[in-house]
């Protein structure tokens, strides 16, 4: 116990303004990192480790142990190693955040949200295919580049309309089990294959190919994806790993422009004009 005394007299002994600016520094970086995690599962297993590191660190410097002394010394790189390959999705999805935050256009303020009339056109089909139960899955990107995605599919960049995207989901048509990549005002390409979701949250296991499809691509990326249900003709709204309910094309067009232009995000409970919003997986 009186060496670990000795050791914070030692340190405070010799404080000054540069190591204070050095520790507001470090905290600035760690607080910053830890957000970047945040609602992930490598957020709780990290509270664990640092919680059972603090406690180890403690024993040895009170009980002058060699032999934690060695621990704490040659254990944390190893931790620390086997956090990033345990955790690669979660810490790969915060390194997505900071390029898009980081990026020219973030910083220049321009975004690659469809205009107001893409916007429309996408919610006019959607309840046009809603109401004739024509499943559909239409991938709306943002800052997080889609080339990846829109590679898996056939190649159309054509101008955005009511009729292109119906005819895209015709049933029986070649492209109606894949999903349509919109950039701005054009649809890039159709029949895209999407990651699925590998969350099985408990009461939603029912959710289909589609809609796992577009939990799975909110995930990864910054995309709004709007997938609609071949059975029941239900809309749903997928955004920042999160599945958005809306009853009509008029709330899926409110849905979309604040998600674009408003928090971007949603939130849990209920969403504009009634819709229901349900938490699937955190991101």
């Known amino acids: 116990m009186d060496k670990l005394f000795d050791d914070i007299e030692d340190a405070f002994s010799s404080f000054g ?9 470090i905290t600035l970086v760690i607080f910053w990192l830890l957000r970047l995690v945040r609602g992930t599962t490598a957020m709780t297993v990290i509270r664990g480790i640092s919680i059972v590191a603090m406690v180890v660190v403690a024993l040895s410097r009170a009980l002058d142990s060699v032999v934690l002394d060695w621990i704490v010394n040659n254990a944390i790189a190893v931790i620390v190693i086997f956090v990033l390959i ?4 979660e810490f790969r999805r915060a390194l997505e955040r900071v390029g898009r935050a980081g990026g020219v256009r973030a910083w220049a303020g321009i975004g690659r949200d469809p205009g107001i009339e893409a916007v429309r ?3 006019r089909a959607s309840a046009a295919l809603a109401e004739r139960h024509s499943g559909a899955l239409i991938v709306i990107e943002r800052e997080t580049g889609l080339q990846d995605v829109v590679d898996t599919g056939i190649l159309l960049d054509a101008e955005i309309s009511v009729a292109l995207i119906e005819s895209i989901f015709y049933p029986n048509s070649p492209f109606h089990d894949g999903a349509a990549v919109v950039q701005e005002d054009r649809v890039l390409a159709a029949c895209c294959i999407l990651p699925r979701s590998a969350e099985h949250p408990a009461g939603l296991e029912y959710l289909g190919t589609r809609h796992r499809a577009a939990i799975g691509m909110s995930e990864q990326t910054d995309a709004i994806v709007v997938a609609i249900s071949e059975e029941t003709g239900g809309i749903s709204l997928a955004s920042g790993g999160r599945l958005i309910r809306v009853p009509d094309g008029a709330v899926l067009e409110a849905n979309l422009i604040e998600l674009m232009h408003g928090n971007g995000r949603g939130g849990n409970g209920r969403g504009r004009d009634g819709s229901r919003t349900i938490t699937v997986a955190g991101s």
């Open 86 to 89: 345990v955790f690669q999705p």
């Open 17 to 25: 303004w540069e190591n204070a600016l050095e520790i507001a520094f």
């Open 121 to 123: 056109a996408i919610s």
